[in-house]
């Protein structure tokens, strides 16, 4: 029994949705992702990624879905010649207050009046509601790109997002999702797979939730909504993966370490299959 894993994991799974959210926006103990704490490196390997697939960002609106409260990401992307950005994040996460001196940076994108700093809704768009009511009411315009970093694995239902997302992007849009595969007690990358769905969902999933999916779970996913899927492999840790094999639920476990031991994947997806619009 891990019990240094096992306390910290309790207290999270039963801590009340506003300490989260007050610790979230104070960056206290609980550490945000990286679009909060670091959007130049999110930034960065967008744009690794759009240029490996040459995906040109020039005038695109693009949607960053769980941005994580920080504009920056969005202003970094207008800079590099998006048109418009779309930011989505979940009904009651705490937005933040927009930092002045990234206004003042970026000026163009953001109106100043009585003291108070918005961004222009023509290069910015912020959207706290749930996506499914968003994609249902036509809020939102035709999407070129859909961008996220480590948001998928923490989706309650992917299946439903996965098809709201292929409606909302253009037939000729794309998706970059970074998938983080990891236990984000990250000390024990795997050691969330080593418990029955009962206990997790009972005792330890944290209230932010972890799916636990793995990466053959997401390509099955992505086929299902996009007719060109490509997953790549970032990282992985079979030091961490074979000092727990035998403990990891048979479910979690294809037979192939190559596959079981990733960590981290990316997701580039296009040619929706399923339109809407």
């Given at each position: ?5 096992l306390?910290?994991?309790i ?8 300490i989260?959210?007050?610790?979230l ?26 240029d ?11 949607m960053i879905?769980g ?6 990401t ?5 800079g ?23 206004a003042?940076?970026y000026?163009?994108y953001?109106?100043f ?27 939102l ?15 309650i239902?992917?299946?439903?997002i ?6 909302v992007?253009?037939?000729d ?9 990891r ?8 050691e969330?797979l ?7 969902q009972?005792w ?10 793995r990466?053959v779970?997401?390509e ?16 992985r840790?079979?030091t ?19 596959k079981d ?6 997701v ?10």
């Amino acid at each position: 029994m891990n019990i240094p894993y096992l306390i910290p994991r309790i207290i999270r799974h039963f801590l009340p949705d506003n300490i989260v959210n007050f610790l979230l926006k104070k960056q206290l103990i609980i550490a945000p992702g990286i679009e909060t704490k670091a959007p130049q490196e999110a930034f960065k390997q967008y744009i690794e990624k759009l240029d490996r697939h040459e995906f040109d960002l020039n005038h695109k609106k693009v949607m960053i879905f769980g941005y994580g409260g920080n504009l920056a990401t969005a202003c970094l992307l207008l800079g590099a010649g998006a048109g418009q950005v779309i930011l989505c994040e979940r009904k009651g996460f705490p937005q933040s207050s927009i930092d002045p001196q990234l206004a003042a940076q970026y000026s163009n994108y953001f109106k100043f009046r009585n003291n108070s700093i918005k961004p222009k809704p023509e290069y910015i768009q912020v959207f706290h509601q749930d996506l499914h009511q968003l994609a249902q009411s036509y809020a939102l315009p035709p999407i070129d790109l859909v961008l996220s970093f480590s948001v998928y694995e923490h989706l309650i239902n992917p299946e439903m997002i996965t098809k709201e997302l292929a409606w909302v992007i253009k037939i000729d849009g794309a998706q970059i999702h970074f998938i983080d595969l990891r236990d984000h007690y990250f000390k024990y990358p795997f050691e969330m797979l080593c418990y029955s769905k009962r206990t997790w969902q009972t005792w330890l999933n944290p209230t932010s939730n972890l799916n636990r999916m793995r990466m053959v779970d997401f390509e099955k996913l992505f086929r299902t909504y996009f007719t060109k899927v490509e997953i790549s492999i970032d990282n992985r840790d079979e030091t961490a993966f074979l000092a727990n094999e035998g403990r990891i639920r048979d479910e979690f476990k294809t037979g192939d370490r190559k596959k079981d031991s990733v960590t981290r994947i990316s997701v580039f997806a296009a040619k929706p299959i399923s339109k809407k619009r």
